[in-house]
């Protein structure tokens, strides 16, 4: 059937209800509040722990609790994603409404009460000094070389540098499903918002203009959740994390995000650190330079 312009599966009104709310562990509040007013949606891609689902312009992600938690998602327990993902299927129909999320399903219809799990803020806090960020791990430099260009120019405070060039020149830069270049970008952001850098505002008013279509669903979210201060549960503990010990845990945690994702998005951080330095924004930044 047509629903929203979209053609989904034809629901079978006949059968029974799945009950996942006992399994969820936790919920974005971004994530819910994007889904407040109530959408219709379908489920888009399935992957071996997740899926994700496309609600009227929100990418919504299902994942497993210890991936950790997306900012635009919930998590489930290992056996509450092995239900979900043994039963939904692509372009099944999903509706959201009252923080009930139903995935109709020819298996039965998936109940999964947003409203009742731990509800998680991944909302950077504003104005943190940089310098509690600590010394960066070693990382890999991209074997891309407009990519390695991109990433000298971010850490260069020229005196009318064009950020919207620079930013569309990384936008979909890479493979994967959150190409090297988009990392990078979220990488960069997060560091100018929780340092409350004075080029912060010119820097979001670019990165929100920028034509998002021209790179994966997936990274377009993180980018559009980044311009909001809303980050991956691995990214906000890597720049929230206090002490060294906690600080490189969560480093490494990050870093075993994706084929290389991690490593970009700390590329990404650590360019902005080298520019806030420059710039002599903060006193004392951490990070190999």
Avoid at 232 to 261: C, P, V, Y
Wanted: hydrophobic content about 40%; glycine content about 10%; aromatic content about 4%.
């Amino acid at each position: 059937m047509l629903k929203n312009g979209i053609w989904c599966k034809t629901v079978n009104s006949s059968v029974g209800t799945i009950s996942l709310t006992s399994e969820g562990t936790a919920c974005s509040s971004y994530a819910l509040r994007r889904l407040e007013e109530g959408r219709a949606g379908y489920v888009r891609s399935i992957f071996q722990t997740s899926l994700n689902i496309e609600a009227e312009g929100f990418l919504f992600h299902i994942g497993e609790e210890t991936a950790g938690l997306s900012c635009n998602g919930c998590t489930l327990t290992r056996a509450g994603i092995r239900t979900l993902l043994a039963t939904a299927s692509i372009d099944d129909l999903v509706l959201f409404r009252s923080g009930l999320l139903r995935i109709f399903t020819r298996g039965g219809v998936i109940h999964l009460d947003l409203s009742k799990l731990k509800q998680c803020s991944l909302k950077l806090p504003s104005g943190k000094a940089a310098d509690q960020l600590g010394n960066l791990p070693l990382l890999t430099l991209p074997s891309h070389e407009k990519l390695a260009r991109s990433l000298t120019k971010l850490a260069t405070p020229l005196v009318e540098r064009d950020h919207r060039s620079l930013q569309l020149d990384m936008l979909g830069l890479g493979e994967g499903l959150t190409p090297s270049g988009d990392d990078m970008l979220v990488g960069y952001t997060a560091v100018l918002q929780i340092a409350n850098a004075s080029l912060l505002p010119l820097w979001l008013k670019a990165l929100r203009s920028l034509p998002l279509e021209k790179t994966t669903s997936v990274a377009a979210s993180y980018i559009e959740a980044v311009c909001e201060g809303q980050v991956s549960e691995a990214l906000f503990d890597s720049l929230t994390a206090e002490g060294e010990k906690m600080q490189q845990e969560a480093f490494q945690k990050l870093l075993q995000l994706g084929h290389t994702s991690g490593n970009d998005t700390l590329l990404g951080m650590q360019a902005a650190l080298i520019y806030l330095k420059i710039t002599n924004h903060t006193k004392h930044i951490g990070g190999a330079l």
